[in-house]
């Protein structure tokens, strides 16, 4: 359920906590990136971060430059003018293709998928990267990008027992959400396959190809074009397909 | 032009390269890491004549050896322990002059638990996403992204003055008695101020005076994601499916609420999401506190306003960044001050 005013408080010292809804939805997670990019526009004096998450954003500011209750009127006064914010214009959201090899090596739990799902390897294959996903926020670890929503068919459940050590550029599912694991990490998402771009890189900046609200699109690779890429993204020459995307 | 300082002969059990940490990319989901006790780390560096943030020594527990490979000036900080030079005691919280071949030696930590080692110019790092902290999970900041191992040669920067003039501009500063931490020992309880979490209507008042009212002891398993506390069970008002909340953001401080009841206090190294309920957060200045308590040692929450909180934050804030330091006095010189 979508509240009808967020949910605002004070915690702390030095932390703002702003609840837009009790789901997991791309409806409420909009509302969360339009405060997300309203209040980062407005470069209020003492914000120091904001954190988008699925239904809330956190915002943590320096209190000797601006109080929670002076916050708390900010964030008020985005949410009574949300309605005329032309999120476009905000958010200015990017569709980000991301190559992946599908199966095999590279995706140990398709067997599974296929399996769960009553399809064939080629139908999840087709499933999964035929929609447009929309980055619901990254958190976990450095890099690890949450995207929705997955089609009802190929929502596989996670794991049982996570795994210990996950690649970076795995690529899983997890229920309606699908990702990609940005450092190697223990994590319980089914892996369906793996993508060769650098999707977070420490010395990089920005470190992570992509930000929370961005558009992404899986585009199946073979085995041959994954180590064409790889060798490009390794020599720096890979250039990501990014696209302006009009919601 | 870096110099060699430390060939390290003893790392300890977790030693690692911080300052104050990495901000403004939690966003992409990367921890602020950081010192577990800030204060602590910017008086190892400030005692050297540094600026607060440069990069320090982090090592929790103590037991660290290393040989000193340039002249040049130490400070430790932190957690009470022994520190030797070339086999004798010298004083923590104060600045050390060091030699080329001298051996320095650290004990283990009899109060407190992290200790921190300051040196002139400070530690030499590259700087990932602004900052030289170390991030052991995820491999990056610091030195290599992991715990310091025996053999590491440890780097200054090259420092804006000689050590024979930055000696004479500092070798008599200590740390004003009343901002001094207060260092924990098994037996202790320490009072931490934290003000009421994310989910305070997924906690009774029955919780809540549970919470505040016993006693909690942290437990070994902690480390520098937090501190896992052990004692009365916190229920939830309602069960939550699977045992939790839709992932939020979550700060350092926060003390969330795992399906066990246990608390767990969130340090540097934290997750930047995660789904367990939070039921209080700590104020900044008492995470440093936490920080310091070893496993054995007791917690008690104390609830204060937001208003409180914020005060307390902005004075913590300022003291950061401009750590205050006085000038020893002589005995004499210190009745003749003060006897009037």
Redesign the interface.
Known sequence: MIYKEPLVKGIGGQIVYVEFCDEISLECNKLVHLMYYSLSERNIMGVLELIPAYSSLTIIYDPRLITYRRLIEEVKNIWSESKAIDINRLIKPRLIEIPVVYGGGFGPDMPFVVKYSGLTEDEVIKIHSSRIYTCYMLGFTPGFVYLGDVDPRIAVPRLSTPRLKIPPGSVGIAGKQTGFYGVESPGGWRLIGRTPLMVFDPRRDPPSIIRPGDKVKFKPISIEEYYEIRKLVEKGEYEVRIEVYSQ | MSTPVFSIERPGMFTTVQDLGR?????????VSGALDKLSMVYANVLVGNKPNEAVLEVIGGGFKAKVLTDTIVAVTGAEAPILLNGSEVRSWTPIRVSKGDVIEIGLAVKGFIIYIGVFGGIDVPL??DSGST?T?????GLDGRTLKVGDIIHTKKPSRSVNEQWSIIEDLVVPKDIMPYMPGIGDIVEIR?????H?ELFTEESYKTFYSSTYIVTPQSDRMGYRLDGPAIKLAKELKGGRV????T?I?SIQIPPDGKPIILLPDC???GGYAIIA????PDVDKVAQCKPGVKLKFKEIS??E??????KY??LLENPPLEKLLEEEEYLYLYAG
Do not use: D
């Open positions: 901000y403004g990319y939690r966003h992409y989901g990367v921890p990932i996403m991030y999970r995820a491999r990056f900041g934290v003000t009421r979490g994310q305070e839709i992932s939020l953001a700060p401080g997750q930047t999401t957060t700590v104020i900044p937001v208003s909180a914020e005060e307390e934050t902005k804030l300022n």
